[in-house]
């Protein structure tokens, strides 16, 4: 077992500060990388059925990529202090209407301009016993982003016997806020050699949140998608192919029992995905620049959920604490159980 940790390189801009990546390796053939930029989970090394060993999720070649949004679209990335869309770039707090930065047009998505995704974030790494932990954290001072109170934001990987990596998010507040983080990595099951066309993906949703054209919520309670071409709910056919399908939905999660189940045939490799967040944010990156090259499922916050008194609440306050757990769970076809977990977002 060992953590090793590795110079990446230096941010520009008018602060540059130094990033590290942190390889928790448990010598079993799994290993797991995270960068301090944007706690981005880099690399998730999985056996294939015949016991070859590929990265699942994408990647960039170098941190100047990373710092270009251009060509990184949340790659990988620990996204917050709120994801996915707050409308008009602003939202009502106790009679009081923040006003945020707006990154989308009129709108505010994934944090803004700056958000967590953009920032260098402290990290600490050490053996407890059988299991390696790397703990991330980042200060968020008041009116980041437009953002009320300070937040203490926290991400922690821990990868124990057989291949087990934990990943939760956690934040505090010094004053009534809204927090929301997720993890914005792209999943290929096929360790990048196709697009993701030939996976299955199921879902554990039958409604939908409607959005317009801006991607924003519509009034109203998400929609039933059962017999539509959004349908991907478990039948007698198994799992959908996602051959063709161009998606960018949130669905509405029916039971905590499991979330969705990725599977790709050629490699063998199976993922099924559990969290204890309402909803899944399904993307299959028709819009970045390598078009398909993996599948995105952020577990979160409901879309503008600020904005929207009849969606769960996104509210922290002095006292409480924020906490999100998400399983990604590996095992190759004709296993009977997971070889590997990863929690995340």
């Known amino acids: ?77 620990t996204v917050g202090r709120y994801c996915r869309c707050v409308s008009g770039g602003r939202f009502p707090l106790d009679g009081v209407v923040h006003e945020l930065d707006r990154n989308e047009g009129a709108h505010h998505v994934h944090g803004g301009t700056l958000g967590f995704d953009r920032q260098v974030w402290e990290a600490d790494a050490e053996t407890r016993g059988d299991r390696l932990v790397l703990r991330l954290t980042l200060e ?12 203490t934001a926290e991400a922690r990987y821990e990868l124990g016997p057989g291949g087990r990596l934990a990943f939760e998010f956690g934040a505090v507040t010094t004053a009534p806020t809204i927090v929301g983080l997720t993890n914005h990595a792209f999943w290929n099951l096929s360790g990048g050699s196709e697009p993701i066309d030939g996976h299955r993906l199921a879902l554990n949703a039958s409604r939908t949140v409607a959005f317009d054209d801006e991607l924003i919520p519509l009034p109203g309670p998400p929609r039933d998608v059962t017999g539509t071409a959004l349908d991907y709910t478990l039948n007698d056919t198994g799992p959908r192919l996602l051959a063709g399908a161009r998606l960018d939905n949130f669905f509405v999660l029916d039971d905590p029992a499991w979330a969705a189940e990725l599977s790709h045939e050629a490699s063998g490799r199976i993922m099924r995905v559990t969290t204890d967040q309402p909803g899944l944010g399904v993307y ?62």
């Open 1 to 77: 077992m060992k953590i090793v940790r590795t110079p990446v390189g230096r941010t520009s801009g008018p602060e540059p500060a130094d990033v590290h990546a942190y390889t928790l390796d448990p010598g079993n053939g799994f290993s797991v990388t995270v960068w301090t930029y944007g706690a981005t989970l880099v690399e998730v090394l999985v056996p294939d059925a015949a016991g070859r060993v590929d990265n699942v999720v994408v990647r960039l070649p170098d941190l100047d990529s990373y710092e270009d949004r251009r060509r990184n679209a949340y790659v990988g990335a």
């Open 140 to 151: 968020s001072p008041d009116g980041d982003q437009g953002y009320p109170g300070d937040v």
């Open 284 to 345: 299959s990156a028709d819009h970045y620049h390598r078009p398909r090259a993996g599948l995105c499922l952020e577990a979160g916050a409901w879309p503008d959920a600020p904005n929207r008194p009849d969606f769960p609440s996104a509210r922290l306050d002095p006292g409480q604490r924020y906490l999100h757990r998400t399983v990604h769970e590996f095992r190759t076809a004709g296993s009977r159980q997971s070889t590997m977990a990863v929690v995340g977002g």
